[in-house]
């Protein structure tokens, strides 16, 4: 089986920063695009950023600026860099990797969540 798993997560102050980190393991062959969303107190869960196994990046405006995404892939790592911290970016942010080959096939995966909070 392949496997994510997030870790990173925490209580911060309001302008604090935290720096996130998926991890994938099982027998990988390949990791296409891997993203990070987020799931806040009653909302639907969004897409925060994602980055393809090239290095291109895409961001959701409002956040464009304060948070990073990268990866190594030599690692099989993804990482998300989030400063200045807001209090509306509590929720648990989860990471996907929906073209993961694999062993015995091609995987949509999800990791378990980590939390974030961010204090006022």
């Known amino acids: 089986q392949v496997q994510l798993v997030e870790s990173g997560g925490g209580l911060v102050q309001a302008g604090g920063s935290l720096r996130l980190s998926c991890a994938a393991s099982?027998?990988?062959?390949?990791?296409?695009?891997m993203g990070w969303y987020r799931q806040a107190p009653g909302k639907q869960r969004e897409l925060v950023a994602d980055?393809?196994?090239?290095?291109?990046?895409n961001y959701v405006d409002s956040e464009k600026g304060r948070f990073t995404i990268s990866r190594d892939n030599a690692k099989n790592t993804m990482y998300l860099q989030m400063n200045s911290l807001k209090p509306k970016d509590t929720a648990d942010y989860y990471c996907?990797?929906?073209?993961?080959?694999?062993?015995?096939?091609?995987?949509?995966?999800w990791g378990q969540g980590t939390q974030v909070t961010v204090s006022s």
């Open positions: 099982g027998r990988i062959f390949s990791i296409n695009t």
């Open positions: 980055i393809t196994s090239s290095g291109s990046t």
């Open positions: 996907n990797a929906p073209r993961v080959l694999g062993w015995n096939g091609y995987y949509d995966c």
